[in-house]
């Protein structure tokens, strides 16, 4: 596989290693300079890639991730924050070439939010307990509540009717935690998922990238989870 890889940061490092530690060539690795509106991603310079890989600041991605899909490639997103232009990017998608963005790659945190609906589906059923997220990430993470915790969050209020509240907490060098507690009267039920490093991303990613070659159209981390065809 040939890919490009579109920001510089821990975790486009941690990408561009998983990429050669898998025998794939990095074609391209493309960082902030000189890449002010995505003036950097070129059809030149994208020349010959068969995916991308961003991972950059909410500031910057939309336009990235524009860039990339107008040049075909089939786009695999890491970056928070961007909610309000996901629709105008998967519109591009499904003309130009293929968008997966995730708030989060691990499969374990995937498989989290499949126990904590069947969980909230359940409680749902029993008023007297209530629900509550714990957002726990590194005090350098730019955005608050996480993404993941706000995809959670969705997901049991639109498969559980369940309203979850989010704390967060940004602090130390922690990777990422979320806690979800069912708290009632006399008992409680707590799930939690922990990253002990962030390359479980990284790995998530470029597995995700794998998946997109040579697809059209938009996907979710589900998609390639369960490896759906199409």
Same mark, same amino acid.
């Given at each position: 596989?040939?890919?490009?890889?579109?920001?510089?940061?821990?975790?486009?490092?941690?990408? %561009?290693?998983?990429?050669?530690? &898998?025998?794939?060539?990095?074609?391209?690795?493309?960082?902030?300079?000189?890449?002010?509106?995505?003036?950097?991603?070129?059809?030149?310079? @994208?020349?010959?890639?068969e995916v991308a890989i961003e991972?950059?600041?909410? +500031? #910057?991605?939309?336009?990235?991730?524009?860039?990339? @899909?107008?040049?075909?490639?089939?786009?695999?997103?890491?970056?928070? /924050?961007?909610?309000?232009? $996901?629709?105008?990017?998967?519109?591009?998608? &499904?003309?130009? /070439?293929?968008?997966?963005?995730?708030?989060?790659?691990?499969?374990?945190?995937? $498989?989290?939010?499949?126990?904590?609906?069947?969980?909230?589906?359940? =409680?749902?059923?029993?008023?007297?307990?209530?629900?509550? $997220?714990?957002?726990?990430?590194?005090?350098? %993470?730019?955005?608050?509540?996480?993404?993941?915790? $706000?995809?959670?969050? %969705?997901?049991?209020?639109?498969?559980?009717?369940?309203?979850?509240?989010?704390? +967060?907490?940004?602090?130390?060098?922690?990777?990422?935690?979320?806690?979800? #507690? =069912?708290?009632?009267?006399?008992?409680?039920?707590?799930?939690?998922?922990?990253? &002990?490093? &962030?390359?479980?991303f990284a790995a998530g990613a470029?597995?995700?990238?794998?998946?997109m070659r040579g697809r059209h159209?938009? =996907?979710?981390?589900?998609?390639?989870?369960?490896?759906?065809?199409?």
């Open positions: 596989m040939r890919a490009v890889v579109v920001g510089t940061g821990r975790m486009g490092t941690l990408v %561009k290693a998983e990429l050669e530690a &898998r025998g794939h060539e990095v074609t391209a690795w493309i960082g902030e300079d000189g890449n002010a509106d995505g003036a950097a991603l070129t059809p030149e310079r @994208l020349r010959g890639a991972f950059t600041v909410p +500031s #910057s991605a939309p336009r990235n991730i524009e860039r990339l @899909l107008e040049a075909g490639l089939a786009v695999v997103s890491g970056t928070t /924050g961007i909610a309000e232009a $996901l629709p105008r990017l998967e519109h591009a998608a &499904r003309r130009y /070439g293929a968008l997966l963005h995730a708030t989060n790659f691990s499969v374990g945190l995937h $498989l989290m939010r499949q126990a904590a609906a069947l969980l909230a589906r359940g =409680f749902a059923r029993h008023p007297e307990f209530e629900a509550h $997220l714990v957002d726990l990430h590194h005090a350098a %993470k730019l955005d608050a509540p996480s993404g993941s915790a $706000l995809t959670l969050a %969705k997901q049991l209020r639109e498969e559980a009717s369940v309203e979850v509240p989010i704390t +967060s907490i940004r602090t130390g060098h922690v990777p990422g935690t979320h806690t979800l #507690s =069912f708290e009632g009267p006399h008992e409680s039920v707590t799930l939690a998922h922990a990253v &002990r490093d &962030r390359a479980v470029v597995t995700a990238a794998e998946w159209g938009v =996907f979710r981390l589900d998609d390639v989870l369960a490896g759906r065809e199409g």
